[in-house]
């Protein structure tokens, strides 16, 4: 390539390849994605912090109501200190709740759901965090959900979340609940946002 044309190539893509940084792991194959990425105001230790406090998300999150840390057996403990290979008993609303939440807001009933997964990634040097749904075999349901924190530019806390549904009960979950599901990163990363900022202040 000429000099000439790889500078206009930095100038055409550098751009973009610099917005589009990620620190979430390359995705798996799968057949539904649900996804959101928010740029926070604040340092990324307070967000870290924050993202690992299951026991403050109902005050804020409008989608995982309630996570609680469990041993092998899915008994709850008494150190809530996310560690892998820990279990955890989430509480979502799909569709997310209508935001803003508190402590006392109430579920729909209608809508939510209970599942038990594995934490299988605490990372706080990568500032990555995973778990895994693990109540049915992986060839009925198979999905890891990440989240992840990165500093892009000095204006930007990076904050990401993905999900990947992998196999059977996924082609169930794209058809009746995909739009819920993504309403929920949507609304999830959004509230996270607003909660962490307001720690910052
Ligand atoms: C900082 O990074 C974020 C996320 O990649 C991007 O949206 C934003 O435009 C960047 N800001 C600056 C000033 O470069
Ligand atoms: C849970 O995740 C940890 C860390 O990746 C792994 O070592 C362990 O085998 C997993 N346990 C189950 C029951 O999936």
Known sequence: MRPTSTLFTALLFGPLLATCQSNLPPPSAGIFTAQASICIQAPIELAWTALLDFASYPKW?????????????GVVLDDQTPQENRRLWIQAQIPPLEPPVNENTPPN??????????????????????????MLPDILL??????????PNSSCTLYESREVFGSLVSLLVDLSMAPGLQ???????AEYKRYVEGLAI
């Open 61 to 73: 999150n409008p989608f995982a109501r309630s996570m609680k840390v469990a041993n092998g057996l």
């Open 142 to 151: 198979d999905a890891e959900r990440w989240s992840a924190l990165s500093v």
């Open 183 to 189: 309403k929920g990163f949507e609304y999830q990363a």
């Open 109 to 134: 009933v209608l809508h939510s759901q209970v599942s038990f997964e594995n934490i299988t990634t605490i990372d706080s040097t990568t500032r990555r965090a995973s778990w895994r749904a693990i």
